[in-house]
C-alpha cells in the first residue's frame, strides 16, 4: 500500500516525470516560501479530492463524473483559497491568480481521473499525498535554486554574502530561469534513472 505513496514522489513524478502542472511550477517558483506555499496548496487540494472522489465514484453516472470531480476539487479549491487569504495575505497575493487556477491543474484532475475514480479511498488519498509531495519537492528545488542565485538569499537569509547580494543572477528569478532549472532538474532526474537501470 505505502507503493501509492511512494510512486508519486519518484517514480511517477508529476513535474519531473509526467510533466504535469508545469505552468504553476514556472510561474511560482521564484522563491522557496511561494513553492512552499503552493506545494502545500495542491497537497491539501490533491489528497482532499482524491479522496471524495474515490468516497463517491460508485454513486456518479460516467458520463457526468467530469463536471462532479470538477465541482469537487473547486470546493477544496476554494477552502483553499479564502484559508491562504485569511493566514498570509502576502503569500495569497504572490501567488496570484495560480491559487483559483488549482481547479484546472492538471496533476489535480489527472489523477482524479486516472486513479480516484478507479480506486479505493485510503490507496486514493495515498495516491494523492504521494503526488502532492512530489509536486512540493520539485517545486521547493527550484524556488530554493532560483532564490538564491537569483537574490543571493533563501527565505530571507543571505547565502553568498553581502557582495553577492548586490550583484545577483537576476535571469534566474525571470521565466528563462525556470525553463534553466526544470531542464536541469530534468535532466539529472533522467540521468539517475539511467545509472540505476544499468
Partial sequence: MFKYFTEGIIKNNPVLVLMLGLCPTLAVSTTAFNALGMGAAVVFVLTLSNFTISLIRQKVPNTIRIPVFIIVISTFVTIMDYTLHALSAELYSQLGVFVPLVVVNCIILGRAEAFASKHGVIVSALDGLGAGFGFTLIIFLMGAIREILGSGKVFGHIVFGTAFTKSPIIYMIL???????????MGSMNWLQQQRNK
Fill in 175 to 185: 521565466p528563462p530561469g525556470g525553463f534553466l532549472v526544470i531542464a536541469f532538474l
